[in-house]
């Protein structure tokens, strides 16, 4: 299977930069793109899924280029952040919809796959506007399915949903990086660490890091300290460090603090994704 | 859709004011407030279901009070969209209004009416639009807003128009309750009645406003007190709606300027009595109110002529009269059309001045109005009891002729009569009383956007409307006047004097074929001007001017009994010879006489052509000849004069005998 | 390889809801219109001309609800389906339908080639209207009152305020089809007009939920 290439990627909405000469390389699998709200995530969707055309740069996948918005759109499956068509359709008819404008062969077998693949089979008579919004997103992603893509664009597709939807669609969205690219984007770090081996970080619609995640997670070694303090002491330190977290034992709470250097008593901690994360944020910042 | 509403206000104004018309320019705006309605409707959806848009309105639904104070944001916000737009759309016409250099006073009523057909309809489609959004989640709610666009909007008399037709019922009374825009898009704006914004208009707003804040309310599901108060506000409102009060129509409604009168004397063509001429009036004494309808206290001082036990005298068949007092004890009447018969306790002598007293209220005819807006009473119409039994007007053909008292055909004033007169009602107020009190030809009241002048020693009264036209009634008075005096020369006609008091009116028409501008009544005349006057030549139209001139100074029961096209052809033959002989008209063009041969011609009525071709050669032959057109004219005038009708044969008689 | 044209109209008939049926319904209404005005054509032109093209901007505004006005409707542009096969050609097959149901409905008050040929450039220009406020503004309710609105303005001011623009003929008897057919150009021009401008809106379109 081929890599999807971005190559210097720019996007310009007259005198705003959405994209700033950003460079990829991403694998068959799952990747995963992490970002503040305004870091350009949505806009990169939408230029990966022909709705946007970009400014400069070059995107590449296998013999596919995205100078030809046809031949993309038709190994490309798309969920956006809100999809709420169709309220009073049922999910069959929605999704037989969606093949005939795909231009899906045999229609009804593959539906029926997709049906089961996302375990939709027993909703499916179900009018959209019935369902759950977790089921909504399973629609969602039976729809971007449809017609066997190379490449599945999923943003957000966590939001809204309860925990245990949450897990299930999780599952569901690792199944799909078998054989495919799938790229989520989204701004809740455990998506990310859940379902993807490799993420990107955008800020300003700069590309600030990439890699593993357990590289990415690296990026705040020895920045990361534990530091247990007691009630009364909480805010006095909250103000003083960069508290990233904080959990209540009892009287006392421990703090998870982001800094070059220790606070007193501190205790370096094995940095995470999230850490590694808002690490990257914080120095772009600076 | 701002950005298009206030270009279409830009436009509209632009393209009306070129005609010095801003009573027309606001009042054609009907498709503003159509559009504006739709728009309203549509955008009370949109401030509705904003959070269903945004998926928020579980959040504001939890909250202490949210729905509600979400609700009343909403209504915030649609009272500033609407206050914005009004505020714009008045700064452009204001704009415009300051271009033409248009009176003050109409900034204030652009203001007012505005707001009543423009601002408060908009509110009310608005929140309609936010009711019906939260009741119908489909997208059937555009139909919805499309029936009650029709409903509500400004045309939904032309839609249902023939429907009334078919199914034989009239639905005016409660599609002009629904319409919430202009009654008539079309009418012309009246100089002297104004932009019609009658208490009754600002109150059916005020009850559309409550209903529509009820069904909010509704929709809201708030119950209780909150719904009962807007409930409770209506009814007050609605008796003050249902109250009697005149609102002049102009399309089709029963009670419209066209078709009152016209209705009622096509069926009663007669006075219920008698002539009656046992009685002379030597005084009135008046007191006089017109908020929303007439109502007047009459007394007057009736001097028999000889023995009576009863008299009969003129009032307006609307005008009901309540009582009848005779030297302050109450006396019996009757009331049947235009007549008011009073019987005295015992016979009168000759000479025994009685006091009579009528006290009457009632709506006035909508040509000749009297509410809370404006007033046009003439003297010629019986709005106070006059002497003798007439009916007001009389329906021949498609003519509507205004019957004064006899002494107007007459043509001169036979005795001064004393008037007092008190007076509630709009302001400012004219009448021609003077400072002597006395008039020979009845009491002219008129009230409403009017203003007054001296020209040279005329006093002239005039819509204030009239800001460029008022720069051209000296020349016009000073034309009249020549052209008035030359045609009772020529005419044999007694010669009177101008009159010293001028009133320019919009009183309508009588006939479709006579230019029938003046009514010569000895102190004052009244001459029935349109809004048209105050733009381009219409006052120094000296065509216009001297056939009004001739019209009113040949005016008789008996010429009007003749037919239309025979009067047409006697004032075009008088003028064509007037007007060739004072060089009206140069080489090439074409008098109305001569168009009427060319007409004939077209429509191959041939005889018709060669007789007037005839008439129009002995014309040329003699127009020279003063004394000789005079014989000619005053021969055919005493034919029309003659009580029987005169036909082209018995005029073709009179150029054979010359 | 071009992209495909396709179209799945049972779908976007099913995806319009019950305002799908409102042209039918109108249509029934018109037809209703001949016996009441007693076969008066000074009373039923007016009334067809007035109501009848209105409509034909129905079709063109509700087609496009979902894909321009709900969440989610961008996942559409992702497909492998031309914008002018979502945009104009299916607002044309739409159109054909309406341009079927005026025959129907001038043949059932008094077939006449000349009404017919009026009426279809009158629907023409609204179904272009309506095309082209919906992909400029994305909301049904501002679209229709763009349709509204110019329908008000127009029928209220005779067309005399912006002559240039009206597409109404006002007349109260069958004109002859030569006639007709020289007032109905301009319309065409307009509408064909506005059939572009909303497919060139439609495929520049790059604004989303």
């Given at each position: 299977?081929d890599?999807?290439?971005?190559?210097?990627?720019?996007?310009k909405?007259?005198?705003?930069?959405?994209?700033?000469d950003?460079?990829?390389?991403?694998?068959?699998?799952?990747?995963?793109?992490?970002?503040?709200?305004?870091a350009?995530?949505?806009?990169?969707?939408?230029?990966?899924?022909t709705l946007?055309?970009?400014?400069?740069?070059?995107?590449?996948?296998?013999s596919?280029?995205?100078?030809?918005?046809?031949?993309?759109?038709?190994?490309?499956?798309?969920?956006?952040?809100?999809?709420?068509?169709?309220?009073h359709?049922?999910?069959?008819?929605?999704l037989?919809?969606?093949?005939?404008?795909?231009?899906?062969?045999?229609r009804r077998?593959?539906?029926?796959?997709?049906?089961?693949?996302?375990?939709?089979?027993?909703?499916?008579?179900?009018?959209?506007?019935?369902?759950?919004?977790?089921?909504?997103?399973?629609?969602?992603?039976?729809?971007?399915?449809?017609?066997d893509?190379?490449?599945?664009?999923v943003?957000?597709p966590?939001a809204?949903?309860?925990?245990?939807?949450r897990?299930?669609f999780?599952?569901?969205?690792?199944?799909?990086?078998?054989?495919?690219?799938?790229?989520?984007?989204?701004?809740?770090?455990?998506d990310?660490?859940?379902t993807?081996d490799?993420?990107?970080?955008?800020h300003k619609?700069?590309?600030?890091?990439?890699?593993?995640?357990?590289?990415?997670?690296?990026?705040?070694?020895?920045?990361?300290?534990?530091l247990?303090?007691?009630?009364?002491?909480f805010?006095?330190?909250a103000?003083?460090?960069?508290?990233?977290?904080?959990?209540?034992?009892?009287?006392?709470?421990?703090?998870?603090?982001?800094?070059?250097?220790?606070?007193?008593?501190?205790?370096?901690?094995?940095?995470?994704?999230?850490?590694?994360?808002?690490?990257?944020?914080?120095?772009?910042?600076s | 859709?701002?950005?298009?509403?206030?270009?279409?206000?830009?436009?509209?104004?632009?393209?009306?004011?070129?005609?010095?018309?801003?009573?027309?320019?606001l009042?054609?705006?009907?498709?503003?407030?159509?559009?504006?309605?739709?728009?309203?409707?549509?955008?009370?959806l949109?401030?509705?279901?904003?959070?269903q848009?945004?998926?928020?309105?579980?959040?504001?639904?939890?909250?202490p009070?949210?729905?509600?104070?979400k609700?009343?944001?909403?209504?915030?916000?649609?009272?500033?969209?609407?206050?914005?737009?009004?505020?714009?759309?008045?700064?452009a016409?204001?704009?415009?209004?300051?271009?033409?250099?248009?009176?003050?006073?109409?900034?204030?009523?652009?203001?007012a009416?505005?707001l009543?057909?423009?601002?408060?309809?908009?509110?009310?489609?608005?929140?309609?639009?936010?009711?019906?959004g939260i009741?119908?989640k489909?997208?059937?709610?555009?139909?919805?807003?499309?029936?009650?666009?029709?409903?509500i909007?400004?045309f939904?008399?032309s839609l249902?128009?023939?429907?009334?037709?078919?199914?034989?019922?009239?639905?005016?009374?409660p599609?002009?309750?629904?319409?919430?825009g202009?009654?008539?898009?079309?009418?012309?704006?009246?100089?002297?009645?104004?932009?019609?914004?009658?208490?009754?208009?600002?109150?059916?707003?005020?009850?559309?406003?409550?209903v529509?804040v009820?069904?909010?309310?509704?929709?809201l599901?708030?119950?209780g007190?909150?719904?009962?108060?807007?409930?409770?506000l209506?009814?007050?409102?609605l008796?003050?709606y249902?109250?009697?009060?005149q609102v002049?129509?102009?399309?089709?409604e029963?009670?419209?300027?066209?078709?009152?009168?016209?209705?009622?004397?096509?069926?009663?063509?007669?006075p219920?009595?008698?002539?009656?001429?046992?009685?002379?009036?030597?005084a009135y004494?008046?007191?006089?109110?017109?908020h929303?309808l007439?109502?007047?206290?009459?007394?007057?001082?009736?001097?028999?002529?000889?023995a009576?036990?009863?008299i009969?005298?003129?009032l307006?068949?609307?005008?009901?009269?309540?009582?009848?007092?005779?030297q302050g004890?109450?006396?019996?009447?009757?009331?049947?059309?235009?007549?008011?018969?009073?019987?005295?306790?015992?016979t009168?002598?000759?000479g025994?001045v009685q006091?009579?007293?009528?006290?009457?209220?009632?709506?006035?005819?909508p040509?000749?109005?009297?509410?809370?807006?404006?007033?046009?009473?003439?003297?010629?119409?019986?709005?106070?009891?006059?002497?003798?039994?007439?009916?007001?007007?009389?329906?021949?053909g498609?003519?509507?002729?205004?019957?004064?008292?006899?002494?107007?055909?007459?043509?001169?004033?036979?005795?001064?009569v004393?008037?007092s007169?008190?007076?509630d009602?709009?302001?400012?107020?004219?009448?021609?009383?003077?400072?002597?009190?006395?008039?020979?030809?009845?009491?002219?009241?008129?009230?409403?956007?009017?203003?007054?002048?001296?020209?040279?020693?005329?006093?002239?009264?005039?819509?204030?409307?009239?800001?460029?036209?008022a720069?051209?009634?000296?020349?016009?008075?000073r034309?009249?006047?020549?052209?008035?005096?030359?045609i009772?020369?020529?005419?044999?006609?007694p010669?009177?004097?101008?009159?010293?008091?001028?009133f320019?009116?919009?009183?309508?028409r009588e006939t479709?074929?006579?230019?029938?501008?003046?009514?010569?009544?000895g102190?004052?005349?009244?001459?029935?001007?349109?809004?048209?006057?105050?733009?381009g030549?219409l006052?120094?139209?000296?065509?216009?001017?001297?056939s009004?001139?001739?019209?009113?100074?040949?005016?008789?029961?008996?010429y009007?009994?003749?037919?239309?096209?025979?009067?047409?052809?006697?004032?075009?033959?008088?003028?064509?010879?007037?007007?060739?002989r004072?060089g009206?008209?140069?080489?090439?063009?074409?008098p109305?006489?001569?168009?009427?041969?060319?007409?004939?011609?077209?429509?191959?009525?041939?005889?018709?052509?060669?007789?007037?071709?005839?008439?129009?050669?002995y014309?040329d032959?003699?127009?020279?000849?003063?004394?000789?057109?005079?014989?000619?004219?005053?021969a055919?005038?005493?034919?029309?004069n003659g009580?029987?009708?005169?036909?082209?044969?018995?005029?073709?008689?009179?150029?054979?005998k010359? | 390889m071009?992209?495909?044209?396709?179209?799945?109209?049972?779908?976007?008939w099913?995806?319009?809801?019950?305002?799908?049926?409102?042209?039918?319904?109108v249509a029934?209404?018109?037809t209703l219109f001949?016996?009441?005005m007693?076969?008066?054509?000074?009373?039923l032109?007016?009334?067809?001309?007035?109501?009848?093209?209105?409509?034909?901007?129905?079709?063109?505004?509700?087609?496009?609800?979902?894909?321009?006005?709900?969440p989610?409707?961008?996942?559409i542009?992702?497909?492998?389906?031309?914008?002018f096969?979502?945009?104009?050609?299916?607002?044309?097959?739409?159109?054909?339908?309406?341009?079927?149901?005026t025959?129907?409905?001038?043949g059932?008050?008094d077939?006449?080639?000349?009404?017919?040929?009026?009426?279809l450039?009158?629907?023409y220009?609204?179904a272009g209207?309506?095309?082209?406020?919906?992909?400029l503004?994305?909301r049904?309710?501002?679209?229709?009152?763009?349709a509204f609105?110019y329908?008000?303005?127009q029928?209220?001011?005779?067309?005399?305020?912006?002559?240039?623009?009206?597409?109404?003929?006002?007349?109260?008897?069958?004109?002859?089809?030569?006639?007709?057919?020289?007032?109905?150009?301009?319309?065409l021009?307009?509408?064909?007009?506005?059939?572009?401008?909303?497919?060139?809106?439609?495929?520049?379109?790059?604004?989303?939920?």
């Amino acid at each position: 299977m081929d890599n999807l290439i971005i190559d210097r990627l720019v996007k310009k909405y007259d005198k705003h930069t959405a994209l700033n000469d950003v460079s990829l390389e991403i694998t068959p699998g799952m990747y995963g793109l992490l970002g503040p709200n305004g870091a350009g995530k949505t806009t990169l969707m939408r230029v990966l899924t022909t709705l946007l055309p970009a400014t400069e740069g070059e995107i590449r996948l296998g013999s596919v280029s995205w100078k030809q918005a046809d031949d993309v759109r038709r190994i490309t499956g798309y969920l956006p952040q809100k999809f709420a068509l169709y309220k009073h359709i049922r999910v069959e008819e929605v999704l037989d919809h969606v093949a005939v404008l795909k231009g899906v062969g045999d229609r009804r077998r593959e539906i029926e796959t997709i049906l089961e693949q996302v375990n939709l089979t027993e909703h499916r008579k179900k009018k959209m506007g019935q369902l759950s919004g977790g089921m909504v997103r399973r629609v969602g992603i039976a729809q971007a399915l449809l017609g066997d893509p190379r490449l599945v664009v999923v943003d957000e597709p966590t939001a809204g949903l309860d925990p245990e939807e949450r897990i299930r669609f999780r599952r569901l969205l690792r199944s799909l990086g078998r054989d495919k690219i799938v790229l989520i984007s989204t701004h809740i770090v455990e998506d990310i660490e859940a379902t993807c081996d490799r993420a990107a970080i955008l800020h300003k619609g700069r590309l600030v890091e990439q890699g593993s995640i357990d590289r990415l997670g690296g990026l705040a070694t020895g920045k990361v300290w534990v530091l247990t303090v007691p009630q009364q002491d909480f805010y006095e330190v909250a103000e003083a460090y960069d508290v990233i977290a904080s959990h209540r034992l009892g009287d006392r709470y421990r703090l998870r603090i982001l800094a070059d250097t220790p606070p007193p008593g501190a205790v370096c901690a094995a940095p995470t994704l999230e850490d590694g994360y808002l690490y990257a944020m914080r120095r772009d910042a600076s | 859709m701002l950005a298009l509403g206030l270009a279409m206000v830009g436009i509209q104004f632009f393209s009306r004011m070129g005609t010095d018309d801003p009573g027309l320019a606001l009042h054609a705006t009907a498709f503003i407030v159509a559009g504006g309605i739709f728009v309203s409707l549509v955008a009370g959806l949109a401030l509705i279901r904003r959070e269903q848009a945004d998926a928020a309105e579980e959040v504001f639904g939890v909250l202490p009070a949210g729905p509600s104070s979400k609700a009343g944001g909403k209504v915030l916000a649609l009272l500033t969209m609407v206050a914005a737009f009004l505020a714009l759309s008045l700064w452009a016409v204001f704009a415009l209004f300051a271009w033409r250099e248009v009176p003050g006073v109409f900034y204030g009523r652009a203001t007012a009416y505005l707001l009543l057909y423009w601002a408060v309809p908009f509110v009310i489609a608005g929140l309609i639009g936010m009711a019906v959004g939260i009741w119908v989640k489909s997208r059937l709610v555009y139909l919805l807003f499309a029936a009650i666009w029709v409903l509500i909007g400004p045309f939904n008399l032309s839609l249902m128009e023939q429907a009334m037709v078919t199914f034989a019922v009239d639905l005016t009374a409660p599609l002009a309750w629904l319409n919430l825009g202009q009654t008539d898009p079309n009418a012309p704006y009246d100089p002297v009645y104004g932009l019609p914004m009658e208490i009754r208009r600002w109150v059916q707003k005020g009850v559309w406003l409550l209903v529509a804040v009820c069904l909010l309310l509704l929709a809201l599901k708030r119950r209780g007190a909150v719904l009962l108060v807007p409930l409770v506000l209506a009814i007050p409102l609605l008796v003050l709606y249902n109250q009697e009060s005149q609102v002049v129509n102009t399309r089709y409604e029963a009670d419209s300027v066209q078709r009152n009168d016209w209705l009622y004397y096509r069926d009663h063509g007669q006075p219920a009595f008698a002539a009656d001429d046992s009685y002379r009036i030597t005084a009135y004494d008046i007191d006089l109110r017109t908020h929303r309808l007439l109502q007047a206290d009459v007394t007057m001082e009736v001097v028999p002529e000889r023995a009576v036990r009863e008299i009969v005298f003129t009032l307006y068949h609307q005008l009901r009269v309540r009582d009848v007092k005779v030297q302050g004890k109450a006396a019996a009447f009757e009331q049947r059309e235009d007549q008011v018969r009073v019987t005295f306790a015992e016979t009168v002598a000759e000479g025994q001045v009685q006091n009579v007293r009528v006290s009457y209220a009632g709506i006035s005819s909508p040509a000749f109005f009297a509410n809370e807006q404006a007033v046009l009473l003439p003297a010629y119409f019986p709005w106070y009891p006059q002497e003798g039994s007439r009916q007001a007007m009389t329906l021949r053909g498609a003519d509507l002729i205004r019957n004064g008292p006899d002494e107007l055909y007459g043509q001169a004033p036979e005795r001064e009569v004393s008037y007092s007169l008190r007076y509630d009602g709009p302001q400012p107020m004219y009448t021609n009383l003077t400072g002597s009190g006395k008039a020979p030809n009845g009491l002219t009241v008129t009230a409403g956007p009017l203003t007054e002048r001296m020209v040279g020693g005329t006093r002239v009264v005039l819509p204030d409307s009239f800001y460029r036209g008022a720069a051209q009634v000296p020349g016009f008075l000073r034309d009249q006047a020549a052209y008035r005096s030359e045609i009772e020369r020529d005419l044999g006609l007694p010669e009177r004097e101008a009159a010293s008091q001028v009133f320019f009116l919009s009183v309508p028409r009588e006939t479709v074929s006579d230019p029938d501008l003046e009514w010569h009544l000895g102190d004052h005349s009244i001459v029935s001007v349109t809004q048209m006057f105050n733009h381009g030549g219409l006052f120094a139209d000296r065509y216009l001017i001297a056939s009004s001139a001739l019209n009113e100074a040949v005016r008789t029961p008996e010429y009007l009994a003749q037919s239309g096209e025979m009067r047409m052809l006697f004032q075009r033959a008088y003028l064509y010879g007037y007007g060739t002989r004072n060089g009206w008209y140069r080489a090439n063009d074409r008098p109305p006489l001569k168009i009427v041969a060319e007409d004939d011609l077209r429509v191959k009525n041939k005889e018709g052509s060669e007789n007037t071709r005839k008439l129009i050669s002995y014309l040329d032959q003699h127009m020279h000849d003063r004394a000789e057109m005079q014989a000619f004219f005053r021969a055919w005038l005493a034919e029309m004069n003659g009580g029987t009708p005169v036909d082209w044969p018995r005029m073709l008689g009179l150029l054979e005998k010359k | 390889m071009r992209t495909a044209m396709r179209f799945d109209l049972r779908f976007d008939w099913r995806v319009m809801g019950t305002a799908a049926y409102v042209p039918l319904i109108v249509a029934v209404v018109m037809t209703l219109f001949e016996p009441l005005m007693r076969g008066s054509l000074r009373q039923l032109i007016p009334a067809l001309e007035f109501i009848w093209p209105l409509f034909a901007a129905w079709w063109s505004i509700f087609l496009f609800q979902d894909v321009l006005e709900e969440p989610g409707g961008e996942t559409i542009f992702s497909y492998p389906v031309s914008r002018f096969s979502l945009g104009i050609a299916r607002a044309a097959v739409f159109f054909l339908g309406y341009a079927m149901l005026t025959a129907w409905v001038v043949g059932v008050i008094d077939f006449s080639l000349s009404l017919f040929v009026q009426l279809l450039a009158e629907c023409y220009f609204y179904a272009g209207l309506g095309f082209f406020a919906m992909t400029l503004l994305r909301r049904t309710g501002w679209s229709l009152s763009v349709a509204f609105c110019y329908a008000g303005m127009q029928i209220l001011t005779g067309g005399k305020l912006i002559p240039l623009l009206n597409v109404y003929l006002f007349n109260q008897e069958l004109l002859p089809l030569d006639l007709v057919l020289q007032h109905s150009l301009p319309t065409l021009v307009m509408g064909t007009v506005l059939w572009g401008m909303g497919q060139w809106s439609f495929q520049k379109s790059g604004a989303y939920h």
